[in-house]
């Protein structure tokens, strides 16, 4: 696991990536900057690291998840339920996603963020 942390305006929010050769091309492309998406308590933007959908790939997430969606090239940030979320309220990708990590501490504080924001995201000192 590789500590990252992931900024956005007054927000900023301590991550772990996994082990994972997905993982690993992203942190490779760290420090990264990019505008933000949202959709439901969902943060994405484009890092602009291809990579193919792995076996681990799946749609459905926790709060807290970090993942990568390929046909986006982009970096997921879950921390509550999406439009296509179940009546359960976890998040759910729009289509299947890898994990590569978890936000650690509060992953609720992402909510300030705002469609059009930037977000940073660098390796933790």
Same mark, same amino acid.
């Given at each position: 696991?590789?500590?990252?942390?992931? $900024?956005?305006? %007054?927000? /900023?929010?301590?991550? @772990?990536?996994?082990? +994972?050769?997905?993982?690993? $091309?992203?942190?490779?492309?760290?420090? &990264?900057? *990019?505008?933000?998406? /949202?959709?439901?308590?969902?943060?994405? #933007?484009?890092? !602009?690291?291809? #990579?193919?959908? *792995?076996?681990?790939?799946?749609?459905?997430?926790?709060? =807290? @998840?970090?993942?990568?969606?390929?046909?986006? $090239?982009? &970096?997921?940030? #879950?921390? !509550?339920?999406?439009?296509? %979320?179940?009546?359960?309220?976890?998040?759910? *990708?729009? +289509?299947?996603?890898?994990?590569?990590?978890?936000?650690? =501490?509060?992953?609720? &504080?992402? $909510? +300030?963020?705002?469609? !059009?924001?930037?977000?940073?995201? !660098?390796?933790? @000192?």
């Amino acid at each position: 696991m590789t500590r990252v942390e992931i $900024k956005s305006g %007054s927000v /900023t929010v301590q991550a @772990e990536l996994n082990d +994972s050769a997905c993982a690993a $091309k992203i942190l490779d492309a760290l420090p &990264l900057t *990019a505008t933000a998406s /949202t959709w439901g308590d969902e943060i994405y #933007f484009d890092i !602009g690291v291809p #990579f193919k959908l *792995a076996q681990s790939a799946r749609d459905r997430m926790e709060v =807290g @998840e970090i993942a990568y969606w390929p046909p986006g $090239k982009a &970096l997921c940030l #879950f921390f !509550g339920p999406t439009p296509v %979320s179940d009546a359960d309220g976890k998040p759910r *990708a729009a +289509s299947p996603v890898i994990p590569v990590g978890r936000i650690l =501490g509060s992953p609720q &504080l992402l $909510k +300030s963020v705002q469609d !059009g924001d930037q977000i940073t995201v !660098g390796r933790a @000192e």
